[in-house]
């Protein structure tokens, strides 16, 4: 069973700096993408962040400049760095990943169970 687990949510001041990790873990073959999305209240989910296997990365354009999405292969591990954080990023925050588990021969899409971070003016 592959598994994604989150940390590092919690409550900050506005400006203040939060580092998320998300470990996979699990008879895992490969990786490909790994992302991060956000759900505010009575808010649709909506992607943040994205890094793909080249370490290529992209944003959306409301964090741009301030958060910086990494990975760590060896350790199957995808982190956001959210720096200058406002109160508009409050939200569940979900690690998402398209991974190939090593009894099957295709990708399937997994998420995290969502860690809450919540910035206050």
């Known amino acids: 069973q592959v598994q994604l687990v989150e940390s590092g949510g919690g409550l900050v001041q506005a400006g203040g700096s939060l580092r998320l990790s998300c470990a996979a873990s699990g008879s895992i073959f490969s990786i490909n993408f790994m992302d991060w999305y956000r759900q505010a209240p009575g808010k649709q989910r909506e992607l943040v962040a994205v890094?793909?296997?080249?370490?290529?990365?992209n944003y959306t354009d409301s964090v741009k400049g301030r958060f910086t999405i990494s990975r760590d292969n060896a350790k199957n591990t995808v982190y956001l760095q959210m720096n200058s954080l406002k109160s508009e990023d409050t939200g569940v925050y979900y690690c998402h990943a398209q991974i190939a588990p090593k009894e099957a021969r295709y990708e399937y899409s997994y998420w995290g169970q969502g860690t809450q971070v919540t910035v206050s003016s």
């Open positions: 890094i793909r296997n080249s370490g290529s990365t």
